[in-house]
């Protein structure tokens, strides 16, 4: 019976592991066709796409004036052989004098088309040299631009990695200092007190943050702050000098037998935020980071 369970358990495990390799099979045929599917590239932003949009017009333009220069100097290469035809023929010494005349004629005619295909050819090289010079300043704003915005995706980056870091790091840093000022003044470690205390500094701070308007973050004394609302809980409760009085008649009441220690009175509710001081201007951009995260902290909770 035993060999017949273990050549059981051995046969079931070796179909399972089968059966997770053909699914990992499987899986890589199904997801290869999506990896060999050639991905669209990014779009470029607007500013660089005007510039390489002008800097391949003014390179189709040139283009096209260089064939036309092409043209030209094939037709200067016919003009220079009609006229050195010409020119050979009045060396004759034995042409007749009218026969020269037409000649003559002739060449004048060739030497104007000849001149005429220069004049065109230089006009043509004039408006390819000042294309160059467009194209010089298109790739000079390409550059820039290149640099400008390259610069700008570093420092968006960094901010979001800074916001992030101010995200996780000034709550933490708050319900850090909350905790300090809380036990220094010696405020009941009940996780209900604490909670109700953490939600009237968080509020009174939102508040604080508001009425600051324009000014930065940095040169608030966050501390001090949180501290002082710590401190205004506490005294106006009374649970900093109740809770002293409570341990020690605990104290005096564990050394009798018999007695135990009375349950403790409620407490009176948080005062809630005015909503007049929920609107007040822009500020900073930590500093409004700063009182969304008390916002939300708030809206959501905290265990």
Known sequence: MGKAWWEKTRYASTIRKENEELKTRLARAEAKPDRDEKTEPAQPPPELARIEARIQALYQKDQAIQTQQNQELTKLAAADREVAVIE??????????????????????????????????????????????????????RDWTQKFLKDKATREEQERQSAEQFNVEFPKHVDALIVTAADSMGAPKDKDVRRSL??????????DLWQLGEEGLQSVDVPAMVRAHVKEYLEERGIAGRAKFTKASKEKLDTMPGRRSAPASARPPAKPVPAALLSRGDTTPSMLRARQLLVQRLGGGKS
């Open 88 to 141: 050979d023929r009045l060396k004759d010494a034995n042409i007749e004098e009218y026969q020269k005349a037409i000649l003559e004629q002739k060449l004048e005619t060739a030497k104007i088309k000849r001149e005429g295909v220069l004049n065109r050819w230089g006009d043509l090289n004039d408006k390819r040299e000042g294309i160059s010079l467009e194209m010089e300043q298109r790739l000079t704003d």
């Open 198 to 207: 953490w939600k009237s500094v968080n509020r009174a701070m939102m508040v």
